[in-house]
């Protein structure tokens, strides 16, 4: 009989989440648009500008009580 000691992985919810993009190619920063702190940030890596897009990532909520938006 087989019993392993690693928790069995549970399936975590996926959505398309608007996030902001880096524009430097040579850069792979993005943030959640709910998580930054600006309508227009910089990325916090390279200091680039950054672009609104959207990625398939993870349910997170934001229960921050300081949001700027």
Known sequence: MYSSRK???EDVPMEMTSVWICS???C?????DN???SNEPTC??????MVKGE???AVLA???PVQSK
């Open 44 to 49: 916090p890596q390279c200091k680039s500008a």
């Open 62 to 64: 934001n229960t921050s």
């Open 35 to 37: 998580f930054s702190f």
């Open 28 to 32: 792979n920063g993005w943030m959640r």
């Open 24 to 26: 430097n190619e040579e």
């Open 55 to 57: 990625k398939k990532i």
């Open 7 to 9: 928790k069995s992985q």
